[in-house]
């Protein structure tokens, strides 16, 4: 009960395909041994011999790099697929058995050895679980070295509120929505929502986009916007301000001081404003949840 329910996954989409239908379009011959293991796991349940296929991969995920779409799956750490069940079993296997206590992703593609198995490596507790993933790829039998992401019901734990943008990490869903191309493009900041009334919402800006630039300063997480933002003050500070003052303590000529932004939205469109801050009525917030589920709100002073 005290621990959050995680899931590994892949970060793929798959498709079911019969075997005879695959077996006519591939560019070389199925691993018997593979075809067999397929057919008495299908014929048990009283089905025709199927394969899962990679249809589509994640952008930024567990598998981007590494897997294909067409990639045949035909293990995972030993275990023959056949279904998304397999799928399913096997990653939670590798990872029941070895509890990995950190996420990550490393990626590795080799030519399957002649004589070697497949063995699942974990690189310790405190690394992400590595599975062995085999694949049939342009008439070959491939092994790909996966980390899978692991998957859970938690929210985000850090809003970051700046002019009236709520900003927070891009969700998983969103990397799902949009197309590879703008995925790639985008950082790890995303505008969630605006505060009506304030300086954002005053310039017509559309939540659901990422933040790529603040002050000509490159976006990639929620800490290089407090990065931006603190530069611009002392910039700001040293080129006409007293010592001692904090960045809170913004002089009066500088309080609706503009800020110039890039954004991209989902549909890979770029868009370059600029805001008038107003540290007055809508200052910045850094919001972050603390144990026992309460949100603890911390003014930065920028």
């Known amino acids: 009960p005290d621990e959050s329910l995680q899931v590994p996954s892949l970060d793929v989409e798959v498709a079911s395909v019969d075997v005879a239908t695959l077996a006519r379009g591939a560019a070389g011959s199925l691993p018997r041994a593979w075809l067999r293991a397929v057919g008495q796991n299908c014929g048990r349940q009283g089905q025709v011999a199927r394969a899962m296929r990679v249809h589509r991969i994640l952008p930024k995920g567990a598998s981007d790099g590494s897997l ?69 790829r342009d008439g070959e039998e491939l092994d790909v070295c996966i980390a899978p992401a692991l998957l859970s019901s938690e929210d985000d734990s850090r809003l970051l509120i700046w002019a009236g943008l709520v900003l927070r990490r891009t969700p998983r ?50 800490d290089d916007v407090i990065a931006a933002l603190r530069s611009q003050q002392e910039s700001s500070l040293s080129n006409g301000s007293s010592g001692g003052t904090t960045l809170e303590q913004v002089p009066s000529d500088q309080e609706r001081s503009w800020a110039r932004i890039r954004v991209v939205d989902l549909y890979g469109q770029e868009h370059v404003c600029a805001l008038q801050c107003d540290p007055l009525f809508f200052p910045t917030l850094d919001l972050q949840r603390v144990d026992g589920g309460r949100w603890r709100c911390e003014q930065p002073g920028c």
């Open 68 to 136: 294909q779409p067409g990639d045949v799956l035909l293990s995972i750490a030993g275990r023959t697929i056949s279904s998304a069940l397999d799928i399913e079993t096997a990653l939670l296997a590798q990872f029941n058995a070895a509890k990995p206590a950190q996420h990550g992703v490393q990626h590795g593609v080799k030519k399957r050895p002649a004589s070697h198995g497949i063995a699942a490596t974990f690189a310790g507790q405190q690394s992400a679980c590595q599975v062995m993933v085999r694949v049939f």
């Open 173 to 222: 869903c969103i990397l799902e929505r949009c197309g590879p191309t703008v995925a790639h493009l985008a950082g790890d900041v995303f505008v969630q929502n605006l505060l009506s009334g304030s300086p954002a919402d005053a310039r017509d800006l559309a939540p659901h986009c990422f933040l790529l630039e603040l002050h000509g300063q490159s976006i990639s997480t929620l």
